[in-house]
């Protein structure tokens, strides 16, 4: 039996926020940035934190997206799991549904 190995480059630990209902990811816009991943490339069910510059990705499809886009670019993706029963991106006035953010084109 052939075991088969990946190989990463590097290895990152993101926080995992579950909430009383639901659950996300957190990774600043500028790790994005420096991954080549932008924002348009996820649903408006993920929100970016304009005062920490953080993007919190909803668990359900855009978590599992941005772990293999990150794969892609041979980067594994750890979590550290962060429980937050009163967080709701929705209420809070610092957080934008990621169709409402416009990126700057470098």
Request: aromatic share 16%.
């Amino acid at each position: 039996m052939q075991t088969i190995t990946e190989d990463y480059i590097k290895t990152i630990t993101i926080p995992y926020i579950v909430t009383a209902g639901h659950g996300y990811i957190k990774i600043s816009y500028y790790d994005l940035k420096g991954f080549n991943i932008k924002l348009n490339e996820f649903s408006n069910y993920s929100f970016y934190n304009s005062n920490n510059s953080c993007v919190y990705l909803e668990e359900d499809c855009d978590a599992n997206k941005l772990v293999k886009l990150l794969k892609s670019k041979q980067i594994k993706v750890n979590f550290q799991e962060i429980r937050k029963d009163n967080f709701y991106p929705r209420d809070n006035k610092n957080f934008y549904y990621l169709n409402e953010v416009k990126e700057q084109q470098q």
